[in-house]
């Protein structure tokens, strides 16, 4: 199927020809800053809530922190240079200790192990319970939040950028983002779940080398809490991270194709509220044949300004360059989608019609 946006109108003898055009990563961005100027403030503090609900991730990260010089006198561990104290290192367990811990990880005595740290060790025993405890309640609070907040602010957020690209001043404007909580909200919950399920299964590589890891690491954990020598733990835990990290790379490389493939879902969800989750992924599927490597290219694009925003700006940058490259994402939109072409120009391969609610 042909690719038709950008149509370019040509008048010759009272005649309108029309002829596609393949945009580069240039014309997108200068489309975008043609259509942010006037409304940048809007869409930064647009952003800004999108970023609190959870609705679009900042085209960049940065990490403001400081390291604090505590003096030797306030400092628990300090100890004087000129005082030699030989510190004689006492294995966790002993042998015969590391022996029934061996034989409980064999067997999967999750009690029997705990014993271990709940007699001689209770605030390890008391911490790892209250992290495993907070982790769930975290994991839970998250996944709720994303799953019903953010999923219509996603949506929103892209609904914001379609105006600003098409003009809409009456469209830039807070509340377009939380449109879709009166408007489609069950269809924006079922894309994002939809989407989340597909990353998380290509996350797959990742788990997999973390349990690996992990069951060698484990493995060995007896003997290294019965060692006399503290250095013994540096190779498992080196292998644990290298086995890990590992499947992550593989992950990573899986992840990158499949997630510009369904790029466009929540563009095609705020261009067409009535369209299934399923049906929005199918289609960016279907868009996304042959530009996946056009996409990539406008996103490497913006690393400059990436950069200029981390280095120069604190991190604040970045709540005008996230608008300047997903408007640039909308532009892009646009072109494969025959958006905003001639009008018996049809959206590839169903009626848009039928995408609209009553």
């Known amino acids: 199927m042909e690719q038709i946006l950008f149509l370019e109108r040509k008048t010759k003898m009272n005649e309108q020809t029309y002829y596609p055009v393949r945009g580069k990563a240039a014309d997108f961005r200068r489309r975008a800053k043609k259509a942010l100027k006037g409304c940048w403030w809007m869409a930064a503090l647009v952003t800004l809530l999108a970023v609190i609900f959870g609705g679009v991730t900042l085209a960049g990260g940065v990490s403001v922190g400081g390291n604090f010089d505590v003096s030797g006198l306030?400092?628990?561990?300090?100890?004087d240079p000129d005082l030699e104290i030989e510190e004689e290192y006492v294995p966790v367990l002993t042998p015969e200790e590391a022996e029934a811990f061996e034989e409980a990880l064999a067997n999967l005595d999750f009690s029997t192990m705990a014993e271990f740290f709940g007699e001689d060790y209770p605030i390890v025993a008391l911490i790892l319970s209250s992290f495993i405890l907070a982790f769930g309640i975290a994991f839970v609070v998250v996944f709720a939040l994303q799953m019903f907040v953010?999923?219509?602010?996603?949506?929103g957020y892209r609904k914001f950028c379609l105006n600003v690209l098409d003009g809409k001043k009456e469209g830039i404007g807070l509340d377009v983002l939380f449109d879709r909580f009166s408007q489609g909200y069950l269809k924006t919950v079922g894309l994002n779940f939809v989407h989340t399920l597909i990353m998380g299964l290509i996350s797959i590589p990742t788990y997999v080398g973390l349990f690996i890891g992990g069951a060698q690491f484990f493995g060995a954990l007896p003997t290294l809490l019965a060692s006399e020598t503290p250095e013994?733990?540096?190779i498992?835990?080196?292998?644990?991270f290298a086995i890990t990290y590992l499947g992550a790379i593989v992950s990573i490389c899986i992840s990158i194709p499949v997630s510009y493939m369904y790029s466009m879902a929540h563009f095609i969800m705020a261009d067409y509220?009535?369209?299934?989750?399923i049906e929005a992924l199918r289609l960016s599927r279907q868009m996304m044949r042959g530009n996946k490597w056009r996409l990539f290219c406008l996103d490497f694009s913006f690393i400059g300004w990436a950069l200029l925003a981390a280095c120069c700006t604190c991190g604040i940058g970045y709540y005008f360059l996230t608008p300047y490259q997903y408007v640039s994402h909308a532009a892009f939109y646009e072109e494969i989608s025959n958006r905003g072409t001639h009008e018996e120009v049809e959206f590839p391969s169903v009626n848009p019609e039928d995408y609209y609610l009553e």
């Not at 953010?150 to 949506?155: A, R």
């Not at 498992?236 to 644990?240: D, G, I, N, V």
């Open 74 to 79: 306030n400092n628990p561990g300090y100890t």
């Open 150 to 155: 953010s999923s219509p602010v996603k949506v």
């Open 232 to 234: 013994a733990i540096i």
């Open 236 to 240: 498992p835990f080196l292998s644990f």
């Open 273 to 277: 509220p009535g369209v299934g989750a």
